[in-house]
């Protein structure tokens, strides 16, 4: 079943600029997708219309059967929990441990001390995480600071996770780990939306591949060798 539904969708700046020019496509429960173009193809404003970050101009945007357009205000930190989110910058909260980190994501959601601290050892032991539970972001490396911020994503078994761009500021060794447990989290049925313009991370996932060009789909190619 279609789990994200773009719907001749389209968005402008202030400055005119055309973000996105009459987008439409659809991405299936359980799918993994890369979102690949240059930069100002409008990779990062596609992703975040899904998450609802950002409304269309024109167009529909729907999880599921349900519009962008009709959670906004009071329902939208509850649309968002069906979403994990991992960036380029981490956005780890650095006066807090990896352990606080990811459990700061269930926290605001109301998750019970009990809940917490049962499900934040078992996720970072799925990242390989739990003896740096009492470390610091800075006492990272880059590569376990975006493993922390994908069990951060992933503590609430959210229906999507988003990546954008999440091996921006990873070598080449780190890029690779973080794309293998990006797989590892798809394998286990959680739909997966990466947006990057990596390309060795989209050859190595051989699925399927939305390309971007000035706001534009110019392809949707099936699982295989892709390079931009």
């Given at each position: 079943?279609?789990?994200?539904?773009?719907?001749?969708?389209?968005?402008?700046?202030?400055?005119?600029?055309?973000?996105?020019?009459?987008?439409?496509?659809?991405?299936?429960?359980?799918?993994?997708?890369?979102?690949?173009?240059?930069?100002?193809?409008?990779?990062?404003?596609?992703?975040?219309?899904?998450?609802?970050?950002?409304?269309?101009?024109?167009?529909?945007?729907?999880?599921?059967?349900?519009?962008?357009?009709?959670?906004?205000?009071?329902?939208?930190?509850?649309?968002?929990?069906?979403?994990?989110?991992?960036?380029?910058?981490?956005?780890?909260?650095?006066?807090?441990?990896?352990?606080e980190?990811?459990?700061?994501?269930?926290?605001?959601?109301?998750?019970?001390?009990?809940?917490?601290?049962?499900?934040v050892p078992?996720?970072?032991?799925?990242?390989?995480?739990?003896?740096?539970?009492?470390?610091?972001?800075?006492?990272?490396?880059?590569?376990?600071?975006?493993?922390?911020?994908?069990?951060?994503?992933?503590?609430?078994?959210?229906?999507?996770?988003?990546?954008?761009?999440?091996?921006?500021?990873?070598?080449?060794?780190?890029?690779?780990?973080?794309m293998?447990?990006?797989?590892?989290?798809?394998?286990?049925?959680?739909?997966?939306?990466?947006?990057?313009?990596?390309?060795?991370?989209?050859?190595?996932?051989?699925?399927?591949?939305?390309?971007?060009?000035?706001?534009?789909?110019?392809?949707?190619?099936?699982?295989?060798?892709?390079?931009?």
């Amino acid at each position: 079943m279609p789990i994200i539904k773009f719907e001749n969708v389209k968005k402008s700046y202030q400055n005119k600029f055309s973000a996105l020019r009459g987008i439409s496509l659809v991405i299936k429960s359980g799918e993994f997708v890369s979102i690949v173009g240059r930069s100002g193809a409008g990779k990062t404003t596609l992703v975040k219309m899904i998450y609802a970050e950002g409304f269309p101009d024109e167009g529909r945007v729907c999880y599921g059967e349900r519009s962008t357009d009709e959670i906004r205000g009071k329902l939208l930190p509850f649309y968002r929990r069906n979403f994990g989110t991992v960036f380029q910058d981490f956005k780890l909260l650095s006066h807090k441990t990896v352990f606080e980190n990811v459990a700061y994501a269930a926290e605001v959601i109301g998750k019970t001390d009990e809940e917490i601290n049962k499900t934040v050892p078992q996720i970072l032991a799925v990242f390989g995480l739990l003896e740096k539970g009492s470390k610091y972001p800075q006492q990272l490396s880059g590569g376990e600071q975006q493993r922390v911020s994908l069990a951060r994503a992933l503590i609430n078994r959210p229906d999507v996770i988003i990546a954008d761009e999440p091996t921006g500021n990873l070598d080449p060794a780190s890029s690779m780990e973080i794309m293998k447990l990006l797989l590892k989290i798809n394998s286990m049925g959680t739909t997966v939306i990466l947006a990057t313009h990596d390309n060795d991370i989209v050859n190595m996932a051989k699925r399927r591949v939305i390309t971007l060009e000035a706001g534009k789909i110019v392809s949707d190619q099936n699982p295989g060798k892709y390079l931009i």
